[in-house]
């Protein structure tokens, strides 16, 4: 049994009119009934808005303004005023974040190779006064370990 299948056209309903005149023009009947469905399309409106329906016409078949979607592109009109006052604002924070971890970097750096070079002449002196290689190495590791764990703590700020 096939999903799709075509829907079978529909047809124009009739829609009896009642009055109590003794006589009417039909015509001017069916533009009076015509004409007060607009009045009442804000009743109608707030029914279907949370069915999620954003196009709105009178029964004249006149589009009517949707008020919700006039409110949603008021909105993103506002929004997109604003991005280029957000773009220069990003570009700053930006351009100064990455002069200050320059910064940081050029210090962590600076004072990484200091430290390494006290524990190079440390290693030097170490062994000018004859201390046994064994010992060296461990004071050496130890040292090292120190200055490496006091720059993890150092990089993590």
């Known amino acids: 049994m096939p999903r799709n299948r075509p829907r079978p056209p529909t047809q124009s309903k009739l829609i009896p009119i009642v009055t109590t005149a003794d006589t009417c023009d039909p015509v ?23 069915l999620g329906i954003d196009t709105h ?29 957000w773009i220069a604002s990003a570009r700053t924070r930006y351009q100064q974040a990455t002069r ?31 201390e046994d290689r064994s010992v060296v190495h461990r004071i050496i590791r130890e040292r090292k370990r120190e200055i490496d764990a006091e720059r993890d703590i150092v990089k993590a700020q």
């Open 28 to 50: 001017a009947l069916a533009e009076v009934y015509t004409a007060r469905w607009p009045q009442q399309e804000n009743i109608i409106r707030d029914f279907l808005i949370p």
């Open 57 to 85: 016409h009178g029964y004249a078949k006149t589009q009517v303004e949707n008020s919700e979607v006039a409110t949603r592109r008021t909105t993103l009109e506002q929004r997109r005023d604003r991005l280029p006052r």
């Open 100 to 130: 200050r971890a320059d910064r940081r970097y050029t210090q962590y750096k600076e004072e990484g190779d200091q430290r390494y070079h006290e524990l190079n002449t440390q290693h030097t002196r170490l062994h000018e006064q004859g």
